[in-house]
């Protein structure tokens, strides 16, 4: 009999991609045999800033244990009823089934559901222990919890944090894969134009667009945000982006400057932890984190050589393209999750 897997997901209508990368595994899965559904809160709720057709249930219940439970939040006598009439209509999860959590709800999710089993889909490491205090330390945890079969991470950055940490528990690296049909390199398109996703490390970016027009060397260069858009719009500005700023910041893997190499974008900023694998100094340039002056620099360096076209600098548009649709493709990415998906249901390591 085949086990019902449910991802839990937020309702936030935010783009964000860890978000993206739970409905792609919901469809990988049922592609491949597999029952597996998201689970949102809000009866008919479904993110729409990406295109998908992903099986979807609907469960309040499970939203209140965890706002109860681990964000500590006191519901009003109104919101404990109004949630109660609510959750008569909700779909039910199968007790024999496998629940999914993202790692931003902490370690203590092993309070939830007691009698189900739990995987951790754990996309940033560096958010193992939210909402943890350091009197809470020493309580028993999911990661140690009888009902917990494995985590599964994006890079191996995170396998080595979370396998540092848990000697004794199944970590599983599944490969995210670039979707080519959107995000690609093409010469032609390309404008002077520098992108930049401006919701992490606001204070950095807001430092080094203002150095630059203080400076004024990159006159010809529109500077583009992308923040809020939908998965077209940002493929759209990548794939006619000549360069693109990296602002990630301790990142499982840090999604946005691999989608900007796949677009054939020079790659200028911080690796962020996880993305230290993929930013090679054939094609990107990685610049010491909070270091200003360092990344202004590089961004007029590479610019001007681009305003005149070296060779050298544009060869690494192509190489760096080559190098994440090689290493980061949709078939890599389909492949190891029904690996990693067969190694959890089979209990193997």
Request: glycine residues 4%; positive net charge.
């Amino acid at each position: 009999m085949k086990k019902n897997i449910y991802f839990i997901c937020t309702d936030n209508k935010e783009p964000i991609g860890g978000v993206k990368q739970l409905y792609r595994q919901v469809d990988i899965l049922n592609k491949n045999g597999f029952n597996a559904f998201i689970v949102h809160r809000k009866k008919g709720f479904r993110h729409k800033w990406f295109k998908n057709e992903t099986k979807i249930i609907y469960n309040l219940s499970l939203y209140s244990k965890i706002e109860k439970i681990l964000m500590k939040k006191k519901l009003t006598l109104y919101k404990s009823l109004k949630n109660f009439i609510r959750s008569r209509n909700e779909d039910s999860i199968d007790k024999n089934g496998i629940l999914v959590f993202p790692e931003i709800y902490g370690p203590r999710i092993n309070e939830l559901n007691i009698d189900i089993d739990k995987v951790i889909f754990n996309q940033n490491c560096y958010y193992t222990f939210n909402n943890n205090k350091i009197k809470d330390l020493s309580i028993k945890n999911i990661y140690n919890d009888e009902s917990f079969l494995a985590s599964i991470v994006v890079s191996e950055d995170s396998k080595k944090y979370l396998q540092y940490i848990f000697t004794e528990s199944a970590t599983h690296r599944i490969h995210l894969g670039i979707n080519t049909n959107k995000f690609s390199y093409d010469k032609v398109s390309k404008k002077k134009q520098i992108a930049f996703m401006p919701r992490k490390l606001g204070h950095d970016i807001v430092q080094i667009v203002s150095i630059l027009k203080i400076r004024n060397n990159l006159k010809n260069w529109n500077f583009i945000p992308i923040d809020n858009k939908t998965e077209d719009e940002v493929a759209k500005i990548l794939n006619e982006s000549l360069i693109f700023l990296s602002l990630n910041h301790r990142e499982g893997f840090g999604l946005p400057p691999a989608e900007a190499m796949a677009s054939g974008c020079i790659v200028i900023g911080y690796a962020g932890q996880g993305g230290k694998e993929y930013f090679k100094t054939d094609f990107s340039f990685k610049i010491d984190e909070g270091n200003i002056i360092q990344f202004v620099d590089k961004i007029e360096e590479v610019a001007l050589k681009l305003e005149k076209e070296d060779n050298e600098i544009i060869k690494m548009s192509q190489y760096a393209s080559d190098y994440i649709l090689n290493n980061y493709n949709l078939k890599k990415e389909e492949e190891s999750i029904i690996l990693t998906w067969n190694k959890i249901l089979n209990n193997k390591k």
